[in-house]
């Protein structure tokens, strides 16, 4: 996750996908990324860095967990200043939350669902 803290900033971007460990071997074939794991208990999913500076810029998660019931697709983390209160207003103004608020780096994240089926995460430092 981004260390900012700017609410409405996009911070962080990750895919969730079946095959976690063929797309990650992919994109560093393709964009020269270089990964690292990430530690998630049973399992890793892993970081994506730049290579020339090493600086994490997405992830690449299996869908398992709470993942699992997640649409293929980039997945954007938009910073906000109260996820549950953000959550709740989804709700309110006809989006849904695919997962519900919960702890994510230091900070509590959930996965929305807006009014056109996008899906997008909302974090909180």
């Avoid at 900070?107 to 807006?114: H, P």
Wanted: charged share 20%; glycine share 12%; with cysteine.
């Amino acid at each position: 996750m981004s260390g900012e803290n700017q609410v409405g900033k996009i911070g962080w971007i990750d895919i969730t996908v079946d095959d976690a460990t063929g797309l990650r071997d992919f994109y560093k074939n393709i964009v020269g990324w270089k990964s690292e794991d990430a530690d998630m208990g049973e399992y890793a999913d892993y970081s994506m860095a730049l290579p020339a500076t090493n600086e994490v810029v997405a992830g690449i998660c299996h869908a398992r967990g709470s993942n699992a019931d997640l649409n293929v697709g980039w997945l954007i983390y938009i910073t906000v200043d109260d996820v549950k209160a953000s959550a709740t207003a989804c709700k309110a103004h006809g989006g849904k939350v695919i997962v519900e608020p919960r702890g994510l780096a230091g900070g509590q994240f959930c996965v929305i669902e807006d009014p056109s089926g996008a899906t997008a995460a909302l974090y909180q430092a």
